[in-house]
T-cell receptor, first 112, second 116 residues
Framework: KAGVTQTPRYLIKTRGQQVTLSCSPI?????VSWYQQTPGQGLQFLFE???????NKGNFPGRFSGRQFSNSRSEMNVSTLELGDSALYLC???????????FGPGTRLLVL | DQQVKQNSPSLSVQEGRISILNCDYT??????FLWYKKYPAEGPTFLIS?????DKNEDGRFTVFLNKSAKHLSLHIVPSQPGDSAVYFC???????????????FGKGTHLIIQP
């Protein structure tokens, strides 16, 4: 069974631009969560989607948004990029909520 | 305020010996705990988990211990192997945990180095 895939793997943007990251969960998994990893803050929860609905959201500004499609694939969008948004963005999927999450390789975003 | 703390940024252990990684948490609402292993340029890989109704869970060379009264958990790796060298993250979840009801709250990780 294929694991969680994320595209693109690397991305360079400039301040003020917006970016969309994509995540394909493990086949059969319906829950997708997104995390941001930075050296200073570690891994922080962004939001979780289940059956196309956002179930939970972490403590991030409204510039960070996401959505989930009927095939469980998910996208996250960051608008008006700031230098501090440079990070590794990780997607994780699970069969259902409150079940073990399996992570993708991440998308490394660099904002210049 | 860090709700999940891994106070040792790094740990060096000889091959064949026991590796003990520690994690403390402050939120008494956490009821599910996990350990993930991460290599550079890869996403975290799930290792082992434990529910708050248990105090020990074993899976091969990996054992997780949970002490609820002390709000402390530890991961034991016996025997340690060179391939175990990685960053280990402790994570917790639970209702009203601040990471979302089902979002994980992570510690900042411990870099385990297995020396030959």
């Amino acid at each position: 069974k294929a694991g969680v895939t994320q595209t693109p793997r690397y991305l360079i943007k400039t301040r003020g631009q917006q970016v969309t990251l994509s995540c394909s969960p493990i086949s059969g998994h319906r829950s997708v969560s997104w995390y941001q990893q930075t050296p200073g803050q570690g891994l922080q929860f962004l939001f979780e989607y289940f059956s196309e609905t956002q179930r939970n959201k972490g403590n991030f500004p409204g510039r960070f948004s996401g959505r989930q499609f009927s095939n469980s694939r998910s996208e996250m969008n960051v608008s008006t990029l700031e230098l501090g948004d440079s990070a590794l963005y990780l997607c994780a999927s699970s069969f259902g909520v409150q079940e073990t999450q399996y992570f993708g390789p991440g998308t490394r975003l660099l904002v210049l | 305020d860090q709700q999940v703390k891994q106070n040792s940024p790094s740990l060096s252990v000889q091959e064949g010996r026991i590796s003990i990684l520690n994690c403390d948490y402050t939120n008494s609402m956490f009821d599910y705990f996990l350990w993930y292993k991460k290599y550079p340029a890869e996403g975290p890989t799930f290792l082992i988990s434990i529910s708050s109704i248990k105090d020990k869970n074993e899976d091969g060379r990996f054992t997780v211990f949970l002490n609820k009264s002390a709000k402390h958990l530890s991961l034991h790796i016996v025997p340690s192997q060179p391939g175990d060298s990685a960053v280990y993250f402790c994570a917790a979840s639970g209702p009203y945990s601040g990471g979302g009801a089902d979002g994980l709250t992570f510690g900042k990780g411990t870099h385990l180095i297995i020396q030959p």
